[in-house]
């Protein structure tokens, strides 16, 4: 998993603030997922992003997240008024070069007090 | 829908003992992979191996050994003479392909206390 880099490694934020999590791919990967990992669970998929294009969604709460993966820059995953059930682990992965190994980061653990 | 199931919600052995981690899967497609990820109280995520759903060649890495078996759809990972920096959560993941990528479905975790 070395190469993919996401920062902060930890975030608190206040109920209804914004947090802004960012992941930058290991290089020539083009393609970024997200995932959550609530306390004392395993990791859910939240969504599958290539530069530019959001793939795959599904697995995004209707409201206050959004994510991105812009043409120059990390990918970032966006959760608007946060809330205490929001305090979690952010995992990224990166995938790309023909193999099927998803690379992961370190993770952004979210602390919403 | 993709499933995978860790029954064993924790196990805790004595170092130097085996220890045998299940996974069972559901998937109706043919191909597929698996994977077996460890994640140490650090908390990041530690690749441990993957394994196409064509090849179920049991692979040995080591003190660790994975026995990948379709028809009962189950992929078990086994500890030789464990040891106390064994001690983790470990997940078992499924992958869900798309568009010739794939997101992962993972299992609940298993979480491994190795005593010594």
Known sequence: NAGVMQNPRHLVRRR??????????????SHVYWYRQLP??????????QKENIIDESGMPKERFSAEFPKEGPSILRIQQVVRGDSAAYFCASYGGGSYEQYFGPGTRLTVT | ????????????????????????????????YLFWYKQP???????????????????????????????????????????VVDSAVYFCALSDLIQGAQKLVFGQGTRLTINP
């Open chain 1, 16 to 29: 209804g603030q914004e947090a802004r999590l960012r992941c930058s791919p290991m290089k020539g990967h």
């Open chain 1, 40 to 49: 004392e669970e395993g990791l859910k998929f939240m969504v599958y992003l």
């Open chain 2, 1 to 32: 829908a993709q499933k995978v199931t860790q029954a064993q919600t924790e196990i805790s052995v004595v170092e130097k003992e085996d220890v045998t981690l299940d996974c069972v899967y559901e998937t109706r497609d043919t191909t597929y």
């Open chain 2, 41 to 83: 109280p650090s908390g990041e995520l530690v690749f441990l191996i993957r394994r196409n759903s064509f090849d179920e060649q049991n692979e040995i890495s080591g003190r660790y050994s994975w026995n990948f078996q379709k028809s009962t759809s189950s992929f078990n990972f086994t500890i030789t003479a464990s040891q």
